[in-house]
């Protein structure tokens, strides 16, 4: 009787042990798991489209690195509601880019506001992480003219409520910049006045097309309550250059050589063609000779 008791007990004992040892070793291989973080970037595109950017990385200070081929899960608020907007996948650097239709109407809490919540699962290495954003959407508007020979830019902003009215937005700014090759010339900022209307004097010495248009640029980067928002409009306000191939002379640099390297090319091929015929003759002629 005692003897069962006494393995009773160190069976019970032992269950215990492994438990304790199991529980133990969990936590530890949850410990192992790396800290990610997740960031969520809004954009709205020249055209009204929206642009929702991703960027999934683990690691903590200078051994920082992207996520890659992992999903991210995309969704909107309608009320307490949750819509699923996109499963991204990202790319070899941990990032990953959805375009979001002008026309798509997203839901709006009794503030206005529109929100995206991301979040990515985890994996056995790597911890669950969550971000959410949340915006209002505010548009650019703006007018080219003339006064008094003084070119004008007048930028306003605001948003659009349920019926169509424009509420004009202060205190916003805008950066001017105008497109170039490969990147955005900016050359000044516009700050919107309480009525959500600002003016600068547009410069007259930005090259342009040979017609004189240039694409001009307005942005508003990375605000609060609106994120980025940017917008292009086309105007002649350019001075024109002209694009076309120049005709150039005879040069080293040019499509025709100079004559004196034609000339020196010349002879030089002439007297290399005469000795190699001389040397030919001489070897006919020597062998003549020897047969004589």
Known sequence: MKTNQLLNIAT?????FSCMVAVTNGEAIAQKKSKTRLKVYYEKLPNSDKQISISLIQGSGKKMSGVQNSE???TTLDHNDKIKLATLRTD???EAVLIIEANY???KDDLGYWAIDASYNGNDSLKAAKK???FLDMQIDS????VDSVRILTVSTFEVDSIGDKKFIGG???????????????IDKIETNEEGIGKMEFPNDIPGDSIG???VILKVDEDDDYGTITKSEKINWGTTVDYSDLLIGRSLFGDEAPLWMIISVAVILIGAWYHFILAIYKVVKMKKLTQK
């Open 105 to 107: 109407i997203f839901p």
């Open 143 to 146: 007018s080219f003219d003339v």
């Open 12 to 16: 019970l004992f032992m269950i215990i």
């Open 72 to 74: 991210v899960l995309l």
């Open 132 to 134: 959410s954003i949340k």
């Open 92 to 94: 070899s650097k941990g």
């Open 172 to 186: 916003i700014d805008v950066k001017v910049g105008v497109e170039r090759l490969y990147s955005t010339l900016y």
């Open 213 to 215: 248009a240039i694409n």
